[in-house]
């Protein structure tokens, strides 16, 4: 349930009521997502995996981690174990109908040209089924309804760290096949170069927009074709679609979100801030959130809000 109102400062606030609230226990959530037909999805882990140099995530660990995945329909929870794992997990999402994808966002390329496979995917009971290479500096990561994967990069994906010289990753904005083959690699160069994809929403297996730097442009890529958008947003983490508006997370530290209206000659045009209230009244913390098409999936104090674009509007 929504509801919204226009603030004294000209600010749409939208309230949110919790959809469902997560039992975590003694786990720790490390990401959430969204599946193609709108289920939520949490990734969490018993005990989060050390930082190398204090700042760096490690792919492969030393010790085994335990993960669980809680996912969300509609009709109610359920939770796949997933334990003894040698890996940091960063993403998940459902593929093949039945089985999970777990990724990590690093991936490293040793002396001898072998690399961390760092996309294992598992069946409901958590076992193992096939494994494959996905490349460093993952940013983000969404699979279609056809299982297909798309993956965005950030800079140390694209231009190379953790033993890459090539990486896999250099495209910046990548399709795969749900066994790790690539189908398509964006362009990268020229005047649309991205150094840094911030933000991705794939919004069917040929309709994948994306934000990136340093011209902090909106574009689409849709059955073959690139379009782009200037913005005046910079430092977004997130954003939602649904045409021809685009909800704009303002900053990446920031809570407030900005909604554009697309206009012609490839230009964004401002419309409104909006703040997104708990039901309690109180500024949801926008540190953990999933955005697919037109719905936002937030996890704030072992509950999950979620809010649609598409509702939203229509208040107005």
């Not at 005990?47 to 190398?52: A, D, G, K, S, V």
């Not at 950030?154 to 690539?182: C, H, M, Q, T």
């Not at 690699?185 to 069917?204: F, L, R, S, T």
């Amino acid at each position: 349930m929504i509801k919204g109102q226009l603030s004294e400062r000209g600010e749409i606030t939208v309230t949110l009521s919790p959809v469902f609230e997560a039992d975590l226990g003694d786990y720790q959530l490390v990401n959430i997502g969204q599946g193609h037909d709108g289920e939520i999805l949490l990734l969490a882990v018993h005990e989060p995996p050390e930082l190398i140099e204090d700042r760096f995530p490690e792919a492969q660990t030393e010790r085994p981690f335990h993960y669980k995945i809680i996912r969300y329909s509609g009709g109610g929870c359920e939770e796949i174990s997933i334990p003894d794992q040698h890996w940091n997990f960063h993403f998940v999402q459902p593929i093949d109908g039945g089985n999970y994808l777990l990724a990590a966002a690093r991936c490293t390329r040793y002396d001898d040209g072998t690399a961390d496979l760092n996309a294992k995917v598992y069946g409901p009971e958590g076992n193992l089924v096939r494994e494959f290479l996905l490349g460093d500096g993952i940013e983000h990561l969404f699979v279609t309804e056809q299982n297909n994967i798309w993956t965005c990069y950030f800079d140390e994906g694209i231009f190379g760290n953790y033993g890459w010289d090539e990486p896999v990753g250099s495209a910046g904005l990548i399709r795969w096949d749900a066994y790790g083959n690539r189908l398509y690699e964006y362009p990268n160069g020229g005047k649309h170069h991205i150094i840094d994809c911030y933000a991705m929403n794939v919004c069917g297996d040929r309709d994948v927009w994306f934000y990136y730097y340093d011209e902090f442009e909106l574009a689409r890529y849709r059955d073959g074709a690139l379009s782009y958008w200037k913005t005046d947003v910079e430092s977004s983490t997130a954003f939602l679609v649904h045409e021809p508006y685009i909800l704009f997370k303002a900053g990446w530290d920031d809570n407030r979100f900005v909604l554009f209206e697309m206009a012609k000659k490839g230009k964004l045009k401002r419309k409104a801030r909006l703040s997104f209230l708990d039901e309690k009244g109180k500024e949801i913390p926008m540190d953990i959130l999933s955005c697919r098409r037109s719905q936002m999936a937030v996890f704030h104090e072992d509950k999950v809000y979620v809010a649609d674009l598409e509702e939203i509007l229509k208040m107005w």
